[in-house]
């Protein structure tokens, strides 16, 4: 993926997290690109102000909006999300870094409604590190259950759910 990345977002991308979070190892794009066709309309929901999945994923073809807030949010990104609907929402190493309770049902209610109909809502849940460590992994699976009309937890702890 590096080789294929413009510069000027290479150069960007130079945190702590983006060794494995995000780039080559990171699992939620590698899914994207094998369990959803070209034509699904995407969004990266905490995209990150260098969008990195966003643009390798639109330089493999699909069609991909990055959304991000605060100190992240960059011109080019949406900036009013929901008013719009997509077949997949992502988050990729997103939910460990929401740090109160109250974040959680509200992300995810603003998430599920800018799901279409038969929408998917692909997110995964690393262990470490976990700002809010009194979501665990049974309390998140239970909440997604009852949010959503269908829970997958693939491997990796990566939840696949279906509005």
Same mark, same amino acid.
């Given at each position: 993926?590096?080789?294929? *990345?413009?510069?000027?977002?290479?150069? &960007?991308?130079?945190?702590?997290?983006?060794?494995?979070?995000? =780039?080559?190892? !990171?699992?939620?794009?590698? *899914?994207?690109?094998?369990? %959803?066709?070209?034509? %699904? /309309?995407? *969004?990266?929901?905490?995209? =990150?102000?260098?969008?990195?999945?966003?643009?390798?994923?639109? *330089? !493999?073809? %699909?069609?991909?909006? !990055?959304?991000?807030? =605060? /100190?992240?949010?960059?011109?080019?990104?949406?900036?009013?999300?929901?008013?719009?609907?997509?077949?997949?929402?992502?988050? &990729?190493?997103? @939910?460990?870094?929401?740090? !109160?309770p109250y974040m959680f049902p509200t992300y995810i209610e603003q998430i599920k409604s800018g799901l279409k109909t038969d929408g998917v809502f692909l997110a995964n849940y690393p /262990?470490?590190?976990?700002? %809010?460590?009194? @979501?665990?992994?049974?309390?998140?699976?239970?909440? @997604?259950?009852?949010?959503?009309?269908?829970?997958?937890?693939?491997?990796?702890?990566?939840?696949?759910?279906? /509005?």
């Amino acid at each position: 993926m590096k080789d294929t *990345l413009p510069p000027e977002i290479i150069k &960007s991308n130079r945190s702590a997290r983006s060794y494995g979070a995000v =780039g080559k190892k !990171a699992i939620i794009p590698k *899914l994207v690109e094998q369990m %959803f066709p070209k034509s %699904f /309309k995407i *969004l990266d929901y905490g995209s =990150g102000p260098a969008r990195i999945h966003q643009v390798s994923l639109e *330089l !493999a073809g %699909f069609d991909v909006d !990055a959304f991000d807030f =605060g /100190k992240n949010w960059r011109e080019g990104m949406q900036y009013e999300v929901f008013p719009l609907r997509y077949d997949l929402i992502y988050v &990729s190493n997103v @939910m460990n870094t929401w740090s !109160a309770p109250y974040m959680f049902p509200t992300y995810i209610e603003q998430i599920k409604s800018g799901l279409k109909t038969d929408g998917v809502f692909l997110a995964n849940y690393p /262990k470490s590190p976990r700002y %809010f460590e009194a @979501m665990t992994d049974e309390k998140l699976s239970e909440f @997604m259950v009852e949010v959503f009309s269908e829970v997958r937890i693939l491997p990796k702890n990566v939840y696949y759910c279906r /509005k």
